[in-house]
Each structure stands twice: as structure tokens, then as C-alpha cells.
């Protein structure tokens, strides 16, 4: 009998209909279209409008539409994990808000706060319960509503970050596709350059943290652009050569899109063309962990059986990897 692995056998998304547009933050902080889309690749972002709206709003219809895709009742999901910075409290967990919005009785679910690198932390933890043969439907969902915690009057954050939600159902798979390798890393040391300074137990709310501004995403984009680069690629890299994978052998990389310069030394350091990797990142800018299963929801239909694709991620904290995938079925 061959091996269990883990395979995403359907894929959801959502984003909401408001486009934040590069001229309309001409008109909020000292910026332009030009000097946005030279140095991010962001050309408009999507943000959740509405009173009473949270991460749950957007995670809840991606899923529904792997429910509709797979014919399944709601009841048949054993786990929810939730990879989100932005949860809709800080408890209970979204991931339990979300099993109660769509009806997953029988689920159990736990929220994952690895940042940008969330939804590929999610991802390997979701692959070993399927592994493990305990479990045989587990949904991983990256979602954030990233506008909830940006300052509107930073132009360092408020350029790049927009609002949506990806999915992906795991079932387990004997042919020898899914998840098939990962390397993930973190560095705590990282937390300096990209936080939230208040909000937490280190810096409970006060009169004085919200008039400081301080339960915003902070980031020391310099520093933060020098480590992605490196940590994105590097990862990437790795991950091919322990397991013999030629640039020939890789149909697709699936990179969070946090930058596009990012990206394109990813590419270059694992030696794709343009052609093979899948960007977004103008449409929709940098939804943190919700970014690598939007492009899995977008690319889904020129995705062959067999396919394989390296994710790759680096967030704040820091956090990063990559995943080796081989794909299981045709979009």
C-alpha cells in the first residue's frame, strides 16, 4: 500500500467588490500611482466595507464554495484551521466562529497566527492529520482583514495591504499526490521590524495606545524587504535541491505576494520564467495569509493532475517557507 499523503482536492476564494485604487491614496497620504506600482507592483486592493464585517465574512463564502464544488455537507469536516493576524476576536478563535457560520457541527478548528506565512503553516499542520489517518476532510482557510489594522496615514503600510480570503480542502491520497515536502522557519528576532506594538498581553489596550496609534501594523520596510528576499529564495531553493526538482520539473510557483521584486528574485534564484509563476499581487496586494490560496483559487482551471508547485511565504515575526505539492486533479 503506498504512502497516505494529503492533496487539495478543492479550492475557494472570496475578495470583497471595493477597489482601493492607487489614485484614491493620491488623495490620502503623499503618494502616486507611479512611485506605488515601481516598487511594490500593487495596482489596486480589495477592501471588506460594512458595519459589523470581519475575517470570518470572507472566510465563510471561500469555503462555501468548496462545500458546493465537492457536493459535501458541512457536517462532514472533521477540522478548520484559520491562519489570520486579524481574527474577529481575540477569542473565541474565527476558526470556531467560522464552523458555527456555515453549519460544521462535527468540526473541530483552531486559529493559526503565523502572519504572512500563515496559510503554509496551516497547510503542514493540516497534511498531518490527514497523514496521520485520524481525520478525512480538513479545511485550511488564510484570511485576513488586513484594513481593520493598517493606519491610513502610514504610506509605508498602507500601499500594500488588502482584504481576502482563500481555502483549500485536504483529503487524503494514495497515488502519490499532495503535499509531498516542506521546509518552514521562523526567527523571532524578526518581531522588531514588522509588529503590532499594542494590543496584546505585553501592551494591553489604553487610552494612551490608541491615541499613539500603536494597534497598526508597523514595518521597517527595508529591513523586512532584505529579509524576504533572502529567506523567500533561499527556502525555495532548498526545498528543490533536497529533493532533486529542476526548474524543468516545476509547472508552477505559488509565492505570497508581498512585493513584487520579492518575487521575482524567488523566481530567478530557482530559475523560472515569468510564464510558471502565478502574481496577483496588482489586483489584490498583499492579503497576508490569504495571498497563496487566492492564486491556487485563480490559477485552479490550468491546473493539470500531476502538476508540480512550490509555495513559498515570509512574514512578519519572522516567519517563512515552502511547500512542495504535486497536484491531484485537473482544473
Not at 485550511?140 to 483549500?168: E, L, N, P, W
Amino acid at each position: 500500500m503506498n504512502k497516505i499523503t494529503a492533496a487539495i482536492t478543492a479550492v475557494g476564494g472570496y475578495v470583497p467588490e471595493y477597489r482601493l485604487t492607487n489614485a484614491e491614496l493620491e488623495k490620502i497620504v503623499e503618494t502616486s500611482d507611479e512611485w506605488i506600482k515601481s516598487r511594490t507592483g500593487i495596482e489596486e486592493r480589495r477592501i471588506l466595507k460594512g458595519e459589523g464585517k470581519a475575517s470570518s465574512d470572507m472566510a465563510v463564502p471561500a469555503i462555501q464554495e468548496i462545500l458546493r464544488k465537492r457536493n459535501l455537507d458541512p457536517k462532514e469536516i472533521d477540522c478548520i484551521i484559520c491562519a489570520t493576524v486579524t481574527p474577529d476576536m481575540v477569542f473565541p478563535a474565527t476558526a470556531n466562529i467560522i464552523s458555527d457560520k456555515i453549519g460544521a457541527t462535527n468540526a473541530w478548528g483552531f486559529d493559526m497566527s503565523a502572519a504572512c506565512s500563515g496559510f503554509l503553516y496551516g497547510l503542514t499542520t493540516g497534511a498531518s492529520f490527514i497523514e496521520s489517518g485520524r481525520y478525512k476532510k480538513v479545511i485550511v482557510v488564510g484570511v485576513d482583514k488586513m484594513s481593520s489594522i493598517i493606519d491610513y496615514t502610514d504610506r509605508t503600510t498602507c500601499i500594500i495591504f488588502g482584504d481576502g480570503a482563500g481555502a483549500v480542502l485536504l483529503e487524503a491520497n494514495n497515488e502519490g499526490e499532495g503535499l509531498l515536502d516542506s521546509i518552514l522557519k521562523s526567527d523571532g528576532s524578526g518581531r522588531d521590524f514588522l509588529h503590532m506594538k499594542a494590543g496584546g498581553s505585553l501592551k494591553p489596550a489604553t487610552i494612551e495606545t490608541v491615541t499613539a496609534r500603536e494597534h497598526y501594523a508597523y514595518q521597517e520596510g527595508k529591513t523586512v524587504f532584505k529579509f524576504a528576499v533572502t529567506g523567500m529564495a533561499d527556502v525555495s531553493a532548498q526545498l528543490m535541491e533536497r529533493n532533486n526538482l529542476s526548474a524543468d520539473d516545476i509547472s508552477w510557483l505559488v509565492p505570497h505576494q508581498a512585493n513584487l521584486r520579492i518575487i521575482d528574485a524567488t523566481a530567478n534564484r530557482m530559475g523560472l520564467p515569468k510564464e510558471k509563476v502565478m502574481i496577483n499581487i496588482h489586483r489584490f496586494g498583499n492579503t497576508t495569509a490569504g495571498t497563496i490560496p487566492l492564486c491556487l483559487w485563480e490559477w485552479e482551471n490550468q491546473l493539470k493532475k500531476g502538476d508540480n508547485l512550490v509555495l513559498a511565504a515570509f512574514g512578519g515575526g519572522f516567519t517563512w517557507g515552502a511547500a512542495w505539492i504535486k497536484w491531484a486533479y485537473n482544473g
